[in-house]
């Protein structure tokens, strides 16, 4: 069965405690995989696009990389407004037009 | 501004009370989809569209239905909403299919 799995859960940081979020997922085939932020009460917003081992994307403070079986998403230097749950999404191959979701882990930033 | 504008934002209504939400998107976008997050579930795909009058089933459809009769609009109907179907709808479009999305506001359901 394919699936995508977050983890931690929750996570709490400092201000400026860097740290990772991790995305694996057991998929038949992947065509690509996404990042989302959502902040409370709001509809998610697209982070990243990486399709293949080894790519990387930045943006700020936020970075991703991507393996064959799971993704990170790394955070440097943390500031309070990153607050906000982070998604994974994993778009299959073969011709499915299905995106799955992970569960989301939820950050916050504590100055 | 580019945007998905879903409308309510927030509904209560009692168990068989058909209701529909609309959503409309301003992009020209040919993709359109329809999700539901509940706690510890995460986002899952009721119906979506490849482009007008082309619907399929996502991961959870029973209980719903959708049309696309136009490009921008993708409404969501529920026939006989019932318990089960409290929850956050959202509704989400891009230029070719899924993976980077454009999400609504998501209207919360409560179905008592």
């Known amino acids: 069965e394919d699936q995508v799995t977050q983890s931690p859960e929750a996570l709490r940081l400092q201000e400026g405690e860097s740290s990772s979020l991790n995305c694996s997922y057991t998929?038949?085939?992947?065509?690509?995989l996404f990042w989302y932020r959502q902040d409370p009460g709001k509809g998610p917003e697209f982070l990243f696009t990486l399709y293949s081992a080894g790519e990387e994307k930045e943006k700020e403070r936020l970075k991703a990389t991507l393996t064959k079986k799971e993704s990170f998403l790394h955070i440097t230097a943390p500031k309070p407004e990153d607050s906000a749950t982070y998604l994974c999404?994993?778009?299959?191959?073969?011709?499915?037009?299905?995106?799955?979701f992970g569960a989301g882990t939820r950050l916050a930033v504590h100055p | 501004e580019a945007q998905v504008t879903q409308n309510p934002r927030y509904l209560i209504t009692v168990t068989g009370k058909k209701l529909t939400v609309t959503c409309s998107q301003n992009m020209n976008h040919e993709y359109m989809s329809w999700y539901r997050q509940d706690p510890g579930l995460g986002l899952r795909q009721i119906y979506y569209?490849?482009?007008?009058?082309?619907?399929d089933k996502g991961d959870v459809p029973e209980g719903y239905k959708v049309s696309r009769k136009e490009k921008r609009n993708f409404p969501l109907i529920l026939e006989s909403p019932s318990p089960n179907q409290t929850s956050l709808y959202f509704c989400a479009s891009s230029f070719v299919g899924p993976g980077e999305l454009f999400f609504g506001e998501g209207s919360r359901l409560t179905v008592l």
């Open positions: 569209s490849m482009n007008v009058e082309v619907t």
């Open positions: 998929v038949s085939g992947l065509r690509g």
């Open positions: 999404a994993v778009l299959l191959s073969g011709g499915y037009n299905k995106l799955i």
